[in-house]
C-alpha cells in the first residue's frame, strides 16, 4: 500500500532521513579511538624532597664560642686541672646559663688575664682548678648567685726550659702539653750530669710575672725516697753547678 505525504512535507522529511545516515548514531561504521599511547622506557619518578638535618658536632669540651645558653659544665681532669697556668697560655671561659659571659683570653706577661665584669684577674702560677675556683668566687661575691664556671685551656705558651752548666747537652728543651717533671727529669732530657758536676749545687732561676727569684736545690737529697721532689716550671733556667774537688 503505497502512502501519499503531502507536499509540503515531503522536503524536511528527505533532510531529516538524510541527516540521521550522515550523524555518528546512524548505521555507518562506528568510530575507532587509536590506541592509549605507551612508554617502553617510562622516567622513574622523582624522589620526594625531605629536609636533612645537619650534623651534630663531635663530642667533646665546649669552647667558649660554641657554649650553648644551656651546655652543661664539664668536669676538670686531673692533667688538666692540675697544670699550672703561665704568661701566653690562652683560656676558655664558660659560665653556665650566662652566655654573654662565656669568653676567650690570654694571660698577659704580668700574669693576669681579662675576664668580663672582674677586669683583670691573676692567674698564672695557680693551677686550673685553682684559677677556676677563685673565678667562681669572685662572681658569686659580686655578679652571680651560686655560679657555675668552667675554665679550659684553649693553647698553651710555648712551654719550654733551659739547661745549662755541667750537662751532657745545654740547651733548650721543649715540655710538651700538661706535662710536669722534676728537676731530675729535666737535667736527664738534656743527657745527664757531666764527670764533673756537682748535684749538691744547683740553681732554678724562675720568673713569675714581674718577680724574678734564684733557687738553690740540692739534688743528691732527691735520691731518698723521703727527700722529698723539684718540680719545674716552663721558662725555668737551671744551671748545674761544677765540683771543685
Given at each position: 500500500m503505497?502512502?501519499?505525504?503531502p507536499?509540503g512535507?515531503?522536503?524536511?522529511l ?6 540521521f ?6 548505521f555507518?561504521d562506528?568510530t575507532?579511538l587509536?590506541?592509549?599511547?605507551t612508554q617502553?622506557n617510562p622516567?622513574p ?7 636533612q638535618?645537619?650534623?651534630?658536632a663531635?663530642q ?7 657554649a650553648?645558653?644551656d ?5 676538670l681532669m ?10 701566653g ?12 659571659l662565656n669568653m676567650?683570653?690570654k694571660?698577659?706577661?704580668?700574669g693576669?688575664v681579662?675576664?668580663p665584669?672582674l677586669?683583670?684577674?691573676a692567674?698564672?702560677?695557680k ?6 675556683e677563685?673565678?667562681?668566687r669572685?662572681y658569686?661575691?659580686d655578679?652571680?648567685?651560686n655560679?657555675?664556671?668552667?675554665l679550659?685551656?684553649a ?8 739547661v745549662?752548666?755541667q750537662?751532657?747537652r ?9 706535662d710536669?717533671?722534676g728537676?731530675?727529669?729535666?737535667i ?6 757531666t764527670?764533673?758536676?756537682?748535684r749538691k749545687?744547683i740553681?732554678?732561676k ?6 724574678t727569684e ?14 722529698g721532689s723539684?718540680i719545674?716550671l716552663?721558662?725555668d733556667?737551671?744551671?748545674?753547678g761544677e765540683?771543685?774537688?
Amino acid at each position: 500500500m503505497l502512502v501519499t505525504l503531502p507536499i509540503g512535507w515531503r522536503f524536511p522529511l528527505v533532510v531529516a532521513i538524510a541527516l540521521f545516515f550522515a550523524s555518528p548514531a546512524g548505521f555507518s561504521d562506528p568510530t575507532k579511538l587509536p590506541p592509549p599511547l605507551t612508554q617502553s622506557n617510562p622516567a622513574p619518578a622523582a624522589p620526594a624532597p625531605f629536609n636533612q638535618s645537619p650534623q651534630s658536632a663531635p663530642q667533646g669540651i665546649p669552647s667558649a664560642e660554641s657554649a650553648s645558653y644551656d651546655s652543661p659544665i664539664p668536669t676538670l681532669m686531673a692533667g688538666e686541672g692540675d697544670y699550672i697556668l703561665s704568661p701566653g697560655d690562652t683560656l676558655d671561659l664558660m659560665v653556665y646559663k650566662e652566655p654573654d659571659l662565656n669568653m676567650r683570653s690570654k694571660i698577659a706577661r704580668d700574669g693576669r688575664v681579662q675576664l668580663p665584669l672582674l677586669g683583670e684577674v691573676a692567674v698564672a702560677g695557680k693551677s686550673v682548678r685553682e684559677a677556676q675556683e677563685n673565678i667562681r668566687r669572685l662572681y658569686d661575691a659580686d655578679y652571680l648567685v651560686n655560679p657555675q664556671i668552667y675554665l679550659n685551656i684553649a693553647s698553651y705558651t710555648q712551654r719550654s726550659i733551659t739547661v745549662i752548666g755541667q750537662v751532657a747537652r745545654p740547651g733548650n728543651y721543649e715540655l710538651q702539653g700538661t706535662d710536669r717533671i722534676g728537676i731530675i727529669e729535666a737535667i736527664g732530657m738534656a743527657g745527664g750530669f757531666t764527670r764533673i758536676a756537682d748535684r749538691k749545687r744547683i740553681t732554678v732561676k724562675r720568673t713569675d710575672g714581674k718577680k724574678t727569684e734564684t733557687i738553690k736545690v740540692n739534688t743528691a737529697r732527691l735520691d731518698d725516697p723521703q727527700g722529698g721532689s723539684f718540680i719545674v716550671l716552663p721558662g725555668d733556667i737551671i744551671t748545674v753547678g761544677e765540683s771543685w774537688y
